[in-house]
């Protein structure tokens, strides 16, 4: 397989036990190695398949196959997010400071309101799916996103600065089927400075 033409599990900058007691470690290491493990083997198999398709010239269910794609790719992309903005708690959590701090604040008034807001969209995605904070450029607005699944109800060109994962996949082992404590407890490891620095990468371009 050529490296650079495949996706890759990315490694995480902590170790799985070291979210506990918000994520445990066995809920981390099956969510990293096995769940987002399968998006990654998921969308190079579908590759693969593509590649060999077009070197013989062979007919495929475009529809089908491009919806598998977006799948595997959707959710290898969004978990790295996902890992991304998430620290040990004991650099993560409290509130974001810089440019995140300022833009929260200004567009929700408050960060508790922001908070809040986010809170209740994770909550009630409708089954599967993940809540996430965004940014337009055009207005100069942070937006909170609901995607479900892994594709459906986003803004098209709108760069994600901060992801949670509301599959039950993602907290069943630690909450069993409360997503409600799961978000709670999310706030205690949020990254506030990767989530920041994403938002200040966005602004220079
Ligand atoms: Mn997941």
Redesign the pocket.
Known sequence: MEQNKFYVLPKLSYDYKDLAPHMSEEQLTI?HSK??QAYVNGANAILQKLDKARKENADIDVKSTLKDLSWNIGGHLL?SLFWGNLAPPSKGGGKPAGVLGDALAKEFGSFERFQKEFSQAAASVEGSGWGALSYCRQTNRPIIMQIEKHNTNVYPMFRILMVI?V?E??YYIDYKNNRGKFIEAFWNIVNWNAVNNRLEELLKH
């Open positions: 969510h769940h987002h978990h994962d599959f996949h993602a």
